[in-house]
């Protein structure tokens, strides 16, 4: 996927939803497209279902903590359309603080591999997902202390009388 084609998608997303999304990091080889976390759930829709989108695989959920200072997370949906041959990615920035943040709808009613990476994303970096099916941790004990991809994560001394920093 080129440039332009990420613009086509943008336009589309912009034209039929009335959405603001906006092409990002246009130097890469994969430009993004940047919408607000508000809208994921109806542009996801639509790009899994409109026939010039047809985007039928999520390959992967990312998720990138820009620090406290900023005090974003961005995740990042890479999407495939193996029908058409093409793909993108799709950002959305989340309030990385836990206790005022807003939650971000999940996208499993539309692609049923997004249970798993909504759970990493949860276990790691603590952002809930609206609508999960079964948000738990998946990689660390249900009882784990914080989230270890964080910026100011602190890793415990201690779990369960096992020492963890060696």
Known sequence: MNFSNTEKIKKLLVSNLKIEAEVVATDSLQPIISIIAKDLLVACEFLFSDSNTLFDLLNSISAIDNGPEAGTIDLIYTLTSIPLEHSIHLKIEADRNLDTAQ???SVSSIWKTAEWHEREIFDFFGIKFINHP?????LL????EGHPLRKDYEEQSEYHGIKVKY
């Open 103 to 105: 939650k971000i709808y």
């Open 134 to 138: 079964d948000l738990r941790r998946i």
């Open 141 to 144: 004990p249900a009882d784990w």
